[in-house]
């Protein structure tokens, strides 16, 4: 059983959690996730089985979208609703109205960089920054690159609002919320967070942990090929795919005659006959770089119906 699962994660448990009952309702396959949710969230958690594990890191690069719902004038050590109260602004809160908050909102679109928050799971020094926060530890950390290309107000009163975000990988929600809050001289938390969207996969796609067992999973399976449908395709004669498959050294011009090098250099997602992925490929001087070879048996589900070269989605 090798592809990713949408899986519509609960609230109160931690993605690991969520994978580790996935795995044992599979009987025990190997499984991981593909960007991490918090315990309070929940929404679209891709869990890749057996060899969908080869490209969990690739699947984690893609933007997110989230719809939740925050509250001003209060401020707690977590950013969310999960943490200890530390300020209450709630008179300053009263004076925000909707015009003013859409206002700070609209500013907020854009690249930016943002620092993670003290309860997360980043690494600093080998730790996580959690294991630090509830020792009682605050230590600096360096801000990251982000971008927020969708921030709307879905509603909002009486110093509560809900609000959608599209955000690229590594955004806390979190974090943007308390820092609106700043910016609007209140303070905020976070009081509900649903993913609706993992790259290319949504809710309409998603399945609770408790639903899944081998039959239902061989249905809603997503193939490796077709995961990667974000990426260049190209689908190989069988000799190249078997020569691909033992990481046998080819050239592009080889795999993909006629094709023009790729921008950026990859990666691409080379194809057997069938449909299934044999590699996940860099083209470094017109010649593959192998990221991950995948194992032959085809990939569960429908099979894909890329074909030579394709490009991105359009």
Known sequence: MNGVLVIDKPAGKTSHQVVAEVSRRLGRVKAGHAGTLDPMATGVLLVCVGEGTKISGLLALDDKAYEGELELGVETDTLDAE???????RAEAARIDRA??????ARMVGPSMQV?????????EGRRLHELARAGAEVERAARPI????????????????FA???????YVRSLVADLGEALGCGAHLTALRRTRSGRFGLERA???????PESAARALVPLAEALGHLVQVTLPGHL???????????????????????????VALLAPDGSLVAVADVERGRLRYRRVFAAAPAAGRPSTNHRARSRDS
């Open 165 to 171: 975000v599209d955000c690229s990988k590594g955004t």
């Open 147 to 162: 971008e927020v290309r969708r921030f709307e107000v879905l509603s909002f009163e009486a110093g509560r609002a809900r």
């Open 100 to 105: 003013a908050l859409e206002a700070q909102v």
């Open 83 to 89: 943490g200890t109260v530390v300020r209450q602004r």
């Open 207 to 213: 399945v609770p942990p408790g639903e899944v067992d």
């Open 116 to 124: 993670p928050p003290m309860y997360s799971a980043v690494k600093v």
């Open 241 to 267: 795919a078997r020569a691909a498959q033992t990481g046998k050294p080819l050239k592009w011009e080889d795999v993909a005659p006629g094709a023009a090098p790729l921008a950026g250099g990859g990666p």
